[in-house]
């Protein structure tokens, strides 16, 4: 698997026949529901059958969206999964303010990731993404904040699309995931959401079923002539460390030598 991550695939975590399947599907990193995906009279068993499976290493990294940290599962929700190892991660829900991940972070020593899905979630953005070196990257829910905005169109969620991609990458993170498409029989409009996501600076992208996946990596990896692009640029810095143009005049420095690195990294995805 690469350094960037690419498919996120989300499971409930009160399916554990489900989860397994999950775990073999392919996608680079499994996230464990506990939260949306999991009604509230099925919360204790979700998470009785999440620490149970993490109580071993697992063959692919797995993430855990917990409960969001107001809510009365939260705190019994850390309690079980903290000390597991074959916890990767921790996605917290509905953040909106720093502290919620500093609090996390004290109880847990695990990467964190927040999801931000509310108006004052986007406002405390890049607050948020440096709130603790526990916080490992930051994301959208989409759901939840269309409905917060009452935005109807889809374009409506582009300005908090590139406020997060902006927070991100000021905060020295890595490129944030996609929300999940929500049609998971709209193949088509879910790679033409992926060329847009792509075009915004985002990296990869949540799923919710396995069949997402395949379309998710063809979206995000490099096209054989962006790979051979990157080929060149970075061959010829390399002969040429003061190069200011490649041999058809196309103007290279050290950002578009940073961007054909980045792309070549995408290559290596065992």
């Not at 690419?6 to 529901?33: E, I, M, N, Q, S």
């Not at 986007?122 to 269309?146: N, S």
């Not at 490129?175 to 790679?191: E, F, K, N, T, Y």
């Amino acid at each position: 698997m690469s350094r960037h991550p690419l498919t996120w695939l989300y499971v409930p975590g009160d399916r554990p026949h489900v989860v397994a399947k999950a775990l073999v599907a392919g996608a680079d990193v499994v996230v464990v529901d506990l939260e949306d995906a999991v009604a509230p009279d099925r919360k204790g068993y979700a998470r009785a059958a999440t620490a149970e499976l993490l109580a071993e290493p697992q063959p692919v990294p797995v993430h855990v969206r917990v409960n969001a940290p107001e809510s009365p599962w939260a705190a019994a929700d850390l309690t079980a999964l903290t000390g597991q190892p074959g916890l990767a991660g921790l996605r917290l829900p509905k953040v909106t303010a720093p502290k919620e991940v500093r609090q996390v972070a004290v109880a847990t020593p695990v990467p964190l990731f927040a999801l931000l899905e509310s108006a004052l979630g986007i406002e405390h953005a890049y607050a948020i993404a440096t709130a603790h070196p526990a916080l490992r990257g930051i994301a959208l829910g989409e759901a939840d904040l269309r409905a917060d905005l009452g935005v109807r169109a889809d374009a409506g969620l582009d300005w908090p699309r590139s406020r997060v991609v902006v927070a991100a990458r000021a905060a020295g993170l890595a490129p944030p995931p996609q929300s999940v498409h929500p049609d998971i029989r709209d193949l088509d409009g879910l790679a033409a959401s992926c060329v847009h996501g792509r075009a915004l600076g985002f990296l990869g992208r949540a799923a919710i079923h396995p069949r997402q996946l395949p379309v998710i990596e063809r979206a995000y990896l490099p096209t054989p002539a962006e790979i051979e692009h990157a080929e060149t640029i970075i061959k010829a810095a390399a002969a040429d460390p003061g190069a200011q143009a490649l041999p058809d005049g196309r103007f290279i420095d050290a950002a578009v030598v940073a961007m054909a690195r980045r792309t070549l990294s995408l290559t290596s995805r065992t």
